[in-house]
């Protein structure tokens, strides 16, 4: 053999050999994962009372979360009174009426203690100074309304219905609108 073909033959022999090294060393990676696979396999418990458990026990959570939520869509668009002025059928200027809020329908003030009658969450109520009604505490009667705190903030509730002044109505807005309600 001369020397070019010798050195061909040393080339593959050599390429072989590393070939082969890198195929064993490859199988032996394949085989460890093998076993990390087949140890992870074992402990896998499939279709077992326990699995099925903690899939229920986390429905009824989720469900419970979400029937637990309460949606509350602060100053609602689809409510006419937040679009336009309500008047009586005289064109006065009336306060939005809203369930959620006080509404100051009747002053008692010739009479000691003065006293109110408050419409609340649809319901009728005559309060006097010092009364609660849920979260509002009344402060003060006066003859042009009432008084009340809630969540530490003091807001003054109007006659509703009152005919208002000219020199009111003219600098009335929708943002004063919004002032009046009350937040949630």
């Not at 009604?133 to 003859?143: F, V």
């Amino acid at each position: 053999m001369d020397r070019r073909t010798r050195f061909f033959w040393s080339i593959a022999l050599a390429a072989g050999v590393l070939i082969i090294l890198f195929e064993a060393y490859t199988l032996n990676d394949v085989k460890a994962e093998r076993k990390a696979f087949a140890k992870a396999a074992e402990k896998t418990i499939i279709g077992t009372d326990d699995e099925l458990e903690e899939v229920i026990v986390f429905l009824e959570e989720n469900l419970e979360a979400r029937a637990n939520f309460k949606f509350d869509l602060k100053n609602n668009p689809l409510k006419l009174d937040k679009v336009i002025f309500m008047t009586d059928e005289q064109g006065r200027l009336i306060n939005s009426q809203q369930a959620n809020t006080l509404r100051v329908s009747g002053l008692y003030a010739n009479i000691n203690p003065p006293k109110a009658s408050v419409e609340f969450k649809n319901k009728e109520f005559t309060v006097k100074v010092g009364d609660k009604i849920e979260d509002y505490r009344i402060l003060k009667i006066s003859k042009d309304g009432i008084l009340a705190i809630r969540r530490g903030n003091a807001k003054f509730y109007p006659l509703q219905g009152r005919t208002l002044n000219p020199e009111d109505t003219s600098v009335m807005s929708r943002k004063s609108q919004y002032d009046q309600e009350e937040d949630y």
